[in-house]
């Protein structure tokens, strides 16, 4: 969440207190054990509530995410009853007088074309039933009305009707964060698809034709390639998760390489150097691979003699520093500028690009490639990974 989002947040949390307050819900007993005083005790159990009551939301507005938040909700307003509804039904209902859920969206369907509150008499035929009013307030996310949150109370009532306002407010924001969540997931599939497409139909041609030379002269060879071809795809491939450990990425590497070596022979020279104790690091899913694959080209196809490639994975107290070299062609800084910045065109330097983008996405500006070259001088990429991150977790 931005500064701005935490702020609103934390702004409503305050109204929500005062809310709480004016309504009563606060209002208990102090234990001589408590630490504080009744005001911070309020705050306390306001923040606590609102927050049980966010993780639900982050998942949209559904009937699921609905039954979870709803009584938390209600306890936020210390309302008798509450509904939440989407644009064609309830979703949910807590509290008293649940015989009421019949008639919400026949009240809800002008909120649900204007936007705007609305306040009603529910006129209820049983005596018994408590609920006499209830206040309706838009679920908008883009100027887009989601649904509604609906308070009912024994009686008319302002302060509910302010109160209703500002938890539905709080809950749009928990919405807009799912919006967020769920567009940052399109646009890293969306990243890995185009990842995916890079992998050369060359480098896929080429290596089924070297697995083929070795099918008479070496069997076993040929089988071994072809298992590491078969995993090797599988792995680039899969549709599970966004993220991998660094353990599972090397070993696709590893397999990249063999089939790299099955082509080239003793022209690829590899040093591998890696620390055990990073590889359950997590880490964005192909993330290395064009890394590596960029190496090779420009280490190796690009040159006449033969080359090497470093890869190097080590500790770096709390994080994990990968560093992939080669000894080609280079590339000029200012090229390489351009292309980090999108202007390297639809195919020129896209894995690079691509790499250093999901990097910052999901650890910081401070976390991008780091890449050192010049014309004939090679390239060296160095990236750092911290070993923990909350919601990078592999898979």
Known sequence: MTGAGIAVVAVIALLLFGTGYLLGRTGRPVRTSDVGTPVEHATFETLHTASLAAPPLRAGLTEESARRSARRLRSLLGTDALCLTDRDRVLVWDGDGDHHGTGVMEHVQGLLASGRDTAFH??????????????????????????????????????????????????????????????????????????????????????????ASFVRTDPEQARELLLEFADFTRYSFRRHGEFTTLADELHSIDQYLALVRARFGERLAVTLQVAPEVLPVALPFLCLQPLVENAVKHGLEGAVSDSRITISALDAGSEAEVVIEDDGTGMDPDRLRQILRGEGGTSTGIGLLNVDERLRQVYGDDYGLVIETGIGAGMKITLRLPKYRAGVHGS
């Open 122 to 211: 529910t006129d209820c035929a049983d005596l018994d039933c408590p609920l006499r009013w209830a206040v309706a307030v838009p679920l908008t996310v883009d100027h887009r009305v989601l649904g509604t949150l609906v308070a009912y109370a024994p009686r008319e009532s302002a302060v509910l009707a302010r109160a209703a306002g500002e938890v539905a407010r709080w809950v749009c924001v928990q919405l807009e964060l799912a919006e967020l969540d769920r567009s940052r997931t399109k646009l890293i599939e969306a990243e890995i698809k185009a990842l995916r497409a890079q992998i050369s139909p060359h480098f896929i041609f080429n290596s089924l034709a070297a697995i």
